[in-house]
């Protein structure tokens, strides 16, 4: 680490960082959820006209939305919804009558299978790609990784998919082009998960490099570095205990982020590739105007989301020095 000296931080200041995000963060779910709910009611039709049919019958269409209670007032229906979330109760499906929990835990397997192969897989290649350019600053290798990493942030994560399908699924014929008929059982098929995968890495690694580079190569730029060269310090432990560390709290944060494009990019690649997770539930949902459901997900990822970045928060909080240098 360069020369500098931390100071201690009184521990009330910390406790009050966290109480702060904390609530808000509770005020960002409850915006979300308010936002969804006036969206998903501004939608045309309803539940009752999606289970009506082909054919809807006024009459039959309102005895359903009698049964169903959608001819209360919206704020009413919040309301009780809000009730019943505050004792653990996420509601129950408008279309098919179960609760909205055994719709997130069915759907919650695929997606986590999903995010914890990218995460897994986006730490070593995104600092490794970015320890290496820094590494090579200005040269072949450098020019290389970030024209790559610039070219494939640009193309968008739909059709980076639909261009992976077509050459390694339908013309050569490597890797399945869709999980149709794999169920929620995807690590018993590999194979299946190689596409998506690979469709979600493609803007995260590109981008957390990046950030890594920027932050190495500001480092080895700084006097202290020079001033290790000077007193003969190798260059392996300049670049990676004290250029390094530099790049790891905007790289902290960064992964939080990207753990957040993954709530939404998951839906995008989970249409694409048919697989059973949060994100075809979400899409089925909006389709069927299913408000329980489309409500209890948006808690899921409003609550995921705030964690995550805490957590990020108060690991940038630490590794960022606050402190003079010492002389």
């Known amino acids: ?9 009184p521990a009330f200041r910390g406790t009050s960082f966290v109480a702060r995000r904390l609530l808000l963060g509770a005020a960002q779910t409850v915006a979300v959820v308010l936002l969804v709910f006036a969206l998903t009611e501004a939608l045309p039709g309803d539940a009752a006209v999606a289970l009506a049919g082909d054919q809807p019958d006024p009459a039959r269409i309102a005895a359903i939305r009698e049964a169903m209670d959608l001819d209360r007032p919206a704020y009413e229906r919040l309301a009780d ?7 653990g109760d996420f ?9 909205v929990t055994q719709y997130i835990a069915d759907g919650f397997g695929p997606t986590l299978v999903l995010a914890a192969l990218t995460l897994a897989l986006l730490v070593p290649l995104g600092f490794g790609l970015g320890v290496l350019a820094a ?19 640009a193309v968008p994560e739909f059709a980076l998919g639909v261009l992976l399908v077509t050459v390694l699924a339908l013309k050569l014929a490597w890797l399945p082009p869709t999980a149709v008929g794999y169920g929620t059982d995807l690590l ?4 299946a998960l190689v596409l998506p995968v690979l469709v979600l890495l493609s803007r995260p690694v590109c981008s957390l490099s990046r950030l890594v580079r920027a932050g190495m190569v500001d480092a ?13 310090v190798p260059g392996a432990r300049v670049r990676y205990a004290h250029a390094l560390p530099n790049a790891l709290a905007p790289a902290v944060q960064q992964l939080a982020r990207t753990v957040d494009w993954l709530l939404c990019g998951v839906i995008v690649v989970e249409a694409l590739f048919v697989i ?8 089925n949902a909006v389709a069927e105007r299913d408000v329980p459901v489309v409500q209890g997900l948006a808690v899921v990822f409003g609550v995921l989301t705030v964690v995550l970045n805490l957590g990020a928060d108060l690991v940038a909080h630490k590794l960022t020095p606050r402190a003079g240098v010492v002389a």
Do not use: F, I, K
């Open 1 to 9: 680490m360069p020369p500098w000296r931390r100071t201690r931080q």
């Open 81 to 87: 919804w809000a009730t019943g979330l505050l004792h």
């Open 91 to 99: 509601g129950t499906s408008l279309a098919s009558g179960r609760p």
């Open 135 to 153: 590494r090579h600053e200005g040269r072949l290798v450098d020019r290389l990784v970030s024209s790559v990493t610039l070219a494939v942030y």
């Open 188 to 191: 018993g098929h590999p194979a």
């Open 220 to 232: 080895l730029a700084s006097p202290y570095a020079a001033h290790a060269h000077r007193y003969g």
């Open 276 to 283: 059973p997770g949060l994100g075809t539930v979400l899409l």
